[in-house]
């Protein structure tokens, strides 16, 4: 009888700390950390919410480190096998800060997996444009990392993985999808210290769609970018939920 490969110790903890028991979702889970693993980005990873399993425990965990950045709630979240979903007031605060969670002034990155359009939609905190993307309609999107005023992209889709990137001071990348990723004109500025919000932002109004993914990390090369879409849209299609 041939042997069954080990789980990922990495995504054991998780899959433990969430409860997750269906099979599809821990192969998933699994093939994930592998594979960012084998891309040498996992390293980077400072918090991953794979939203995973359907409930509200289940999708406050870290996949990176179940110990830090747990989810909690207020009011006005759904949850669901798409993932979580906000009512344009609630959202999900991660607990960690910018200043302290380990990325830099002109090092850092955030991506979403969106399911649809949803006007206004915004997974940033503090000052408008401080951190990652501010989506003003269909396809209108305002990237940001550690900026005061984001840069504009237009972008040919309204769903799937949207990532934004910072590894210097004057640009910043940002990765629609399977596109090719753009480089923007962006000045870098001070760390906020407000907690990162997902579904809403400190200041402007909030999601009323399904999130099936969101992560932070230290800042990713073009590379990067392109090997952690390919992880994360893996992941997604074994779940069925691809964009």
Known sequence: MPKTAPVDPDAQAFITAAAIT??????AINTLVVDLKGYNIWSKMIAIYPFVGGD????SYNLKNTAIGQLTYTTGITHASL?????????????????????????????????????NQVFQYGTFGNFFLYKSDIT????????????????????????SSRTQSNQILFKDKNNSIATL??????????????????????????I????????????????????????????????
Request: charged share 10%.
């Open 22 to 27: 269906d099979p599809t979702q821990q192969a």
């Open 56 to 59: 509200a425990v289940k999708h």
């Open 83 to 119: 993932g979580i979903a906000g009512n344009s007031v609630g959202y999900a605060n991660t607990g960690l800060k910018a200043t302290t969670m380990g990325i830099s002034q002109n090092s850092g990155s955030a991506g979403v997996y969106l399911q649809a359009y949803t006007p």
């Open 140 to 163: 209108t999107y305002f990237p940001a990392v550690n900026n005061s005023l984001a840069p504009t992209y237009v972008a040919t889709t309204n769903d799937g993985f949207k990532q």
């Open 185 to 210: 004109s962006s000045t870098s500025t001070a760390l906020n210290s407000t907690d990162i919000w997902v579904c809403n932002a400190n200041n402007y109004g909030g999601s009323t769609n399904f």
């Open 212 to 243: 099936s993914y969101f992560f932070m990390a230290t800042g990713l090369t073009n590379t990067e970018l392109n090997d952690n879409y390919s992880a994360v849209q893996t992941f997604q299609t074994t779940l069925g939920r691809q964009k």
